[in-house]
Nanobody, 124 residues
Framework: QVHLVESGGGLVQAGGSLKLSCAMP????????MGWFRQAPGLERNIVAA????????YYADSVKGRFSISKHNADNTLYLQMHSLKLEDTAIYYC?????????????????WGQGTQVTVSS
């Protein structure tokens, strides 16, 4: 079983920054396509950013382009999401996901493993 453990969420003022982490104990992140999704109350879980298993290809939702950055750190088997210029509408539970396969996907159903989620709240 693959376990994903997110951390780094919290309360931040609009315009601020947060960095989310997703640890994959006992596994090698370089062998999984991975992504960050988010879900606000009453809404669907949507893709935020995704990265291929080699880290050479990335995808960003239009709403976060230029503000968020996804990366993998193979040495500690961790996926990151650096978030800058946070907006009120970024408030959501953020989930880390992994899939077996080389590429990334932007649909939640295409991912095999999920973390428990971490809350990000942006205040005015």
């Amino acid at each position: 079983q693959v376990h994903l453990v997110e951390s780094g969420g919290g309360l931040v003022q609009a315009g601020g920054s947060l960095k989310l982490s997703c640890a994959m104990p006992g596994r090698t992140v370089s062998t999984y396509g991975m992504g960050w999704f988010r879900q606000a109350p009453g809404l669907e879980r949507n893709i935020v950013a995704a990265i291929s298993w080699g880290g050479d290809t990335t995808y960003y939702a239009d709403s976060v382009k230029g503000r968020f950055s996804i990366s993998k750190h193979n040495a500690d088997n961790t996926l990151y999401l650096q978030m800058h210029s946070l907006k009120l509408e970024d408030t959501a539970i953020y989930y880390c996901a992994a899939r077996t396969g080389t590429g990334y996907r932007i649909v939640a159903d295409d991912y095999d493993y999920w973390g428990q989620g971490t809350q990000v709240t942006v205040s005015s």
